[in-house]
Nanobody
Framework: EVQLQASGGGLVQAGGSLRLSCVASGDIFDDYEIGWFRQAPGKEREGVSAIKKGGGTTYYAASVRGRFTISLDRAKKAIYLEMNNLQPNDTAVYYC??????????????????????WGQGTQVTVSS
């Protein structure tokens, strides 16, 4: 089974930047949508950003659009999330995830994360004010 390994979280001041990485154990990018969810304490898990199958179309939640950039490096079997101008409300555990079949991209609807096929371990992002 394919595994996802996430890394790159940390503590940063408001306005700062971090880069998250997620490495897949296989070349899944033609078969899976892949991206990032996050979960803040006491809140539901929410979709942050994703790349659709084939590595073309990207999705961003409204709250991160313009600040976060998702990218794919197929040679390294990895996706990255460049996070700029981080704010305290970006504080959360960030999860890399991949989904094989979906009518609706799970990242776009907070009710759909339960149906995502593959999850990596979370990486903590903490933004201080």
């Amino acid at each position: 089974e394919v595994q996802l390994q996430a890394s790159g979280g940390g503590l940063v001041q408001a306005g700062g930047s971090l880069r998250l990485s997620c490495v897949a154990s296989g070349d899944i990018f033609d078969d899976y949508e892949i991206g990032w969810f996050r979960q803040a304490p006491g809140k539901e898990r929410e979709g942050v950003s994703a790349i659709k199958k084939g590595g073309g179309t990207t999705y961003y939640a409204a709250s991160v659009r313009g600040r976060f950039t998702i990218s794919l490096d197929r040679a390294k079997k990895a996706i990255y999330l460049e996070m700029n101008n981080l704010q305290p409300n970006d504080t959360a555990v960030y999860y890399c995830a991949a989904d094989r079949e979906s009518v609706v991209l799970p990242w776009t609807n907070s009710a759909l994360y339960k149906y995502v096929d593959l999850w990596g371990q979370g990486t903590q992002v903490t933004v201080s004010s």
